[in-house]
């Protein structure tokens, strides 16, 4: 485990506590690699550096095609498009370095920074010299409302690492609709994008699919018409922002410009729903059926050779669309550039001790950009000491890959903590996770709280392999009691498995949500031949986990060779310990077990995982919290650190010592001696104090969890002294 270096913590204080406008200040990140204030650096958009190369209007950006970009730490750089970090091109963030993501437009435009397959972020922040993402709002004074959520988009990287998308079962791509992510076997778009590039793509093109052609695409601009049909609800009137036409064939597409009798200069395509299109501007006047409406926009890939969308034989002149053979092709529909096959070992870069804050724009329910999107990154990749604040969507997901994460701490998101699907299989360790106070208490931080860790495998439910079989030691998430569903967040557990699951989790503490453990349900086969879910009670994760409720075992269920252990982790004030389909507003619906079913007992026996109902059920340890919505300023601190730590119990072990796990005979994400934590003063729950039992560093010389005046009159009157 980590130790802080004292001297450099009490100047770290002092830096603080000398700031003029708020105790939550952090002007002065940096100033231990030579940085200046926040205040006195200059501002620079990254595309002042390298050469960017513009991409069709849908894609919203620019690419760095070539060479190396450095980001130091005396400017203000400002991500003021979607910037694309392409093949053979690598971005250098130097220490200390602050990056501002500013306001879109529009949801599809957000701003975001995308590490291409074959490019690489280097991103090597410092315990004392962290960098930050942030909202272009926030000025690092302590004033901007951890209340601020989606305010850009995040970071995204994408890797050749192994995923299980099939283009049968997870395609063709469709935004934000059914998980439908895939535009070939092995190569995904990435969740939360309205274009399908090759620029927003991950994994690798495995064969050539039916449904697609070779050919070469023209350049330049291409413009058609098309007629508008009968209004369906809220569409085609004045003040709306959607229109309807007789059909939308195949080529109308995200970010094309659309004009006509009632549409507003400049209007774009946001999403499309059938024939209806969500249009990025109200209508100014009534559009009538047969009124002729005008499509244009730039080909995506033009001139480019490679594999593109079949699609019916059309009439209209000037659609993007050509002839490859027999079969009329899509020149802005799917398209990729050949095939290949995975890399897990792939290497996308570096980032160390990197908060996203003010994150999560979102394209449409169920297609959000996350705070850091790792899609089939490989374990060539290395990712620590990673924060998450405020995000509106998942704060961290992993679509697929084989990325290993560690030291990574979630803070007051909307959504999942941590999710991951398409058969991720790194490991994780030293994981963190808290959410704000509900509304019910007063204030308006925490309206959604979604699971600590969503646990999928395909949400298609096609039991393609890889499966997702991570293996995650010593977390600690904490919930905030929501027992109601909002928007896209009907998980509301701890562990919500689901979609044929796997993982495993050991030495963990899971708190405060409204289940510890839900297995989802499902009347899906298993995918072996001739086999089938039985009376089916507990679904896909369930079966690769417990027995049934009824006593009918799965044939891997107690065998030690489950795609699904969790064991040896102690659940601790959640409404319901562990639960069957409970997705609803309440689990009235679900199964909820208790001592005396099988599965139950198996849970807490032979695998060693200790359920206590009480929310104070463990002396030391607290879920308590509450935050004002308008000065950050921290009312009620949780405790994470338990004391005495709460023992591995029998029957468990540490991490294995495999050259990534560290040893830590304890469960959760903290160790309860004082000094020997990982979060650093740097990391915003410590620059709130919002944490008590934590000690980032020996800056909190009083141990009241938070760094302040007090502490500095301790220090004070032995600055000067010698330290031999």
Not at 182 to 201: H, I, K, M, N, T
Not at 319 to 341: D, E, K, L, Q, R
Request: glycine residues 14%; charged residues 10%.
């Amino acid at each position: 485990m980590k130790k802080r270096n004292l001297l450099v913590g009490l100047f770290s204080m002092l830096g603080l506590v000398t700031m003029g406008n708020s105790m939550f200040a952090q002007q002065n990140i940096g100033a231990a690699c030579g940085c200046p204030s926040v205040a006195n650096r200059t501002t620079a958009a990254i595309t002042t550096l390298g050469s960017w190369t513009n991409l069709p209007a849908a894609a919203y950006g620019k690419e760095l095609t070539s060479g190396n970009i450095t980001l130091t730490c005396d400017k203000i750089w400002t991500l003021d498009e979607k910037l694309y970090i392409g093949s053979g091109a690598t971005i250098t963030i130097q220490p200390g370095t602050v990056i501002k993501g500013s306001v879109a437009p529009s949801v599809a435009a957000a701003r975001a920074l995308i590490i291409e397959r074959g490019g690489k972020i280097m991103a090597p922040g410092t315990e004392d010299c962290p960098i930050v993402f942030t909202a272009d709002a926030d000025n690092l004074n302590g004033q901007y409302s951890v209340n601020n959520k989606g305010m850009w988009g995040g970071v995204l990287i994408c890797g050749k690492a192994s995923n299980n998308l099939t283009l049968a079962a997870n395609g063709p791509f469709i935004p934000g609709q059914g998980g439908k992510m895939a535009v070939a076997d092995g190569l995904g778009v990435l969740e939360g994008f309205a274009s399908s590039y090759p620029q927003d793509q991950f994994g690798v093109a495995l064969s050539v699919p039916a449904g697609s052609a070779t050919s070469t695409s023209p350049s330049g601009a291409y413009s058609f018409n098309l007629q508008a049909g009968a209004a369906s609800s809220g569409s085609n009137a004045a003040g709306q922002n959607k229109l309807t036409l007789t059909s939308a064939p195949a080529f109308v597409v995200q970010g094309q410009e659309v004009s006509g009798t009632g549409i507003a200069a400049g209007s774009t395509i946001l999403s499309i729903s059938s024939s209806t299109l969500t249009l990025s501007s109200n209508l100014t006047g009534a559009v009538a059926s047969g009124d002729v409406i005008a499509f244009a926009g730039t080909y995506p890939n033009g001139g480019a050779t490679g594999y593109f969308t079949t699609i019916p034989s059309t009439t209209v002149v000037g659609a993007p669309v050509g002839i490859a053979g027999s079969t009329t092709v899509s020149y802005v529909g799917s398209f990729y550039t050949n095939t290949a096959a995975f890399d897990d070992n792939d290497n996308s870069g570096v980032m160390t001790y990197v908060s996203i804050r003010h994150s999560g724009a979102n394209l449409l329910v169920g297609s959000e950009i996350n705070g850091l999107t790792l899609a089939s990154v490989g374990r060539g990749t290395k990712i620590e000491h990673i924060e998450i604040v405020s995000c509106a969507d998942d704060n961290i997901e992993l679509f697929g890959g084989t990325v290993d994460i560690k030291y990574c701490t979630t803070l007051f998101g909307n959504d999942d903590m941590y999710d991951y699907d398409q058969g991720w299989s790194g490991r994780g360790q030293f994981l963190f996770g808290m959410k704000a106070d509900h509304p019910s208490s007063g204030t308006v931080i925490g309206p959604d709280n979604d699971n600590g860790f969503e646990c999928d495998s395909d949400d298609n439910r096609s039991y393609n392999t890889p499966y997702s079989i991570p293996r995650i030691y010593n977390a600690t998430v904490i919930g905030n009691a929501k027992t109601t569903t909002t928007a896209d967040n009907s998980g509301m557990s701890a562990l919500w498995a689901k979609d044929f699951a796997g993982g495993e989790f050991y030495n963990s503490i899971f708190s405060n949500f409204r289940q510890g453990v839900n297995f989802a349900t499902t009347t899906a086969t298993n995918g072996v031949a001739g086999t089938s879910r039985g009376t089916n009670l507990g679904g896909d994760s369930w079966h690769n986990y417990l027995p049934q409720v009824g006593g009918v075992v799965n044939a891997t269920s107690g065998n030690g060779s489950e795609r699904l252990k969790i064991k040896c982790n102690t659940f601790v004030g959640n409404s319901f310990g562990v639960t069957l389909g409970a997705g609803t507003a309440t689990p009235s619906g679900s199964v909820i077990l208790a001592a005396g079913n099988v599965g139950y007992d198996k849970f807490v026996g032979v695998d060693n995982n200790v359920i206590i109902a009480s929310a104070t059920g463990i002396p030391g340890f607290s879920s308590a919290f509450a935050i004002n919505a308008t000065t950050n300023a921290i009312t009620t601190k949780n405790d994470v650190t338990p004391n005495p730590a709460l023992p591995l119990g029998s029957g468990c072990s540490q991490a294995p010592m495999d050259g990534f796990f560290e040893p830590a005979n304890y469960r959760g994400a903290f160790s309860s001696v004082a000094g020997d934590n990982w979060l650093s003063d740097w990391s915003y729950s410590q620059v709130l104090g919002s944490t008590t039992g934590v000690q980032a560093c020996p800056t909190d010389l009083n141990g009241d969890g938070a760094t302040d005046v007090n502490d500095f009159l301790i220090f004070a009157p032995a600055f000067g002294t010698s330290c031999n």
